[in-house]
T-cell receptor, first 112, second 115 residues
Framework: SQQGEEDPQALSIQEGENATMNCSYK?????LQWYRQNSGRGLVHLILIRSNEREKHSGRLRVTLDTSKKSSSLLITASRAADTASYFC????????????FGQGTRLTINP | GAGVSQSPSNKVTEKGKDVELRCDPISGHTALYWYRQSLGQGLEFLIYFQGNSAPDKSGLPSDRFSAERTGGSVSTLTIQRTQQEDSAVYLC?????????????FGPGTRLTVL
């Protein structure tokens, strides 16, 4: 079963706008990661945030983590057409092997 | 260096046939993971290797699925007597040590279609 739920399921914005995607999860985690997937194939790792961190930045990406609410958000600033993809959050649980437990993903479309 | 590679990129098979999917991890990575992505189930974990052993096989959906890893490198996922519900993209990932906080690097996947 999926650990996380992402919202929205689909997001369409104009190029240059900011895009925000949210992820909620159910059980305690060691860390949470965000991935991008183009054309339904390989996943590209974007950013990892540990359970003791609250915010992390990487280029145009900003990730927040609220462990009390069991939620995370991914913000992409100044979006570009090339950012069009599906975005997944994935958690690594405190107990068990280091497998990733994925959310259902958000399909992001950037309109030129 | 080269990333994770998978072969074949696409596989079409008939129901009841066996298939083998191959994964070449990044050189030197000790941890290897198999995931499956299907329309109905999303992205699901299948199995995890640390070296040649598989401490977590909890995601394998049935005994028709098996995987092995040899020489701490290449892994093969075998599906016997394929069913239509096995149709999915099978993704392989590797990481340096398999410890918490390790980044998993994914291959391009194998799209399996069972007719």
């Amino acid at each position: 079963s999926q650990q996380g739920e992402e919202d929205p399921q689909a997001l369409s914005i104009q190029e240059g706008e900011n895009a925000t995607m949210n992820c909620s999860y159910k059980t305690s985690i060691n860390n949470l990661q965000w991935y991008r997937q183009n054309s339904g194939r390989g996943l590209v790792h974007l950013i990892l945030i540990r359970s003791n961190e609250r915010e992390k930045h990487s280029g145009r990406l900003r990730v927040t983590l609220d462990t009390s609410k069991k939620s995370s958000s991914l913000l992409i600033t100044a979006s570009r057409a090339a950012d069009t993809a599906s975005y997944f959050c994935a958690t690594v649980l405190i107990q068990g092997a280091q497998k990733l437990v994925f959310g259902q993903g958000t399909r992001l479309t950037i309109n030129p | 260096g080269a990333g994770v590679s998978q072969s074949p990129s696409n596989k079409v098979t008939e129901k009841g046939k066996d298939v083998e999917l191959r994964c070449d991890p990044i050189s030197g990575h000790t941890a290897l993971y198999w995931y499956r992505q299907s329309l109905g189930q999303g992205l699901e974990f299948l199995i995890y290797f640390q070296g040649n052993s598989a401490p977590d096989k909890s995601g394998l959906p049935s005994d028709r699925f098996s995987a092995e890893r040899t020489g701490g490198s290449v892994s093969t996922l075998t599906i016997q007597r394929t069913q239509q519900e096995d149709s999915a993209v099978y993704l392989c990932a590797s990481s340096s040590y398999g410890t918490w906080g390790d980044t998993q690097y994914f291959g391009p996947g194998t799209r399996l279609t069972v007719l």
